[in-house]
């Protein structure tokens, strides 16, 4: 079946600095990819959607200059937390969409920033 | 946009018993409903899907149905085991496109042995 490739999947970092997080399709094409942050005991919330060569769409509330998201190939999507804060810290997943394979699910980076 | 209700938020069951999870949506556009199931830590994995053409799908000891009708669907899972232990969220989209997933907010399943 389709894999979707999430690294890293935990990161420590200090306040103030940046942290990216890249999700890779192996042996398939994402036209599109969501990226969701999930928070202890919560739902997946979206919070972009992005397709290859255009810029993302952010969610209500996101901060797209914080959040940074870049979509350079059908295989390769990324995530950059700018300047990251404690209230950041959360579960960050990714999920790619393909007509032959619907939704996949990246494995997940746990971040926490001390 | 869509959005999805999901109940209970927590549902505890004794090894064999069945267990039922109820959702409801908004968008009467919505026409693709998926069931995840989340172990702590780890991805969403997909555990069935209907789309709105069928009223009812089986595999093994899973189920969903849906009513297009009430808006609403259900996951049914009979002779529970303790590995079925996890957190268990329903989700509606757009299908044909694949536009973007609207999840419930999840039932934490307890199957106790």
Known sequence: ?114 | GENVEQHPSTLSVQEGDSAVIKCTYSDSASNYFPWYKQELGKRPQLIIDIRSNVGEKKDQRIAVTLNKTAKHFSLHITETKPEDSAVYFCAASRAGGYSTLTFGKGTMLLVSP
Not at chain 1, 41 to 63: I, R
Not at chain 1, 75 to 85: D, E, G, N, P, R
Not at chain 1, 90 to 96: G, L, P
């Open chain 1, 1 to 114: 079946g389709a894999v979707v490739s999430q690294h890293p999947s935990w990161v420590i970092c200090k306040s103030g600095t940046s942290v990216k997080i890249e999700c890779r399709s192996l042996d398939f094409q994402a036209t599109t990819m969501f990226w969701y942050r999930q928070f202890p005991k919560q739902s997946l919330m979206l919070m972009a959607t992005s397709n290859e060569g255009s810029k993302a769409t952010y969610e209500q509330g996101v901060e797209k200059d914080k959040f940074l998201i870049n979509h350079a190939s059908l295989t390769l999507s990324t995530l950059t937390v700018t300047s990251a804060h404690p209230e950041d810290s959360s579960f960050y997943i990714c999920s790619a969409v393909s007509d032959n394979y619907g939704y996949t699910f990246g494995s997940g980076t746990r971040l926490t920033v001390v």
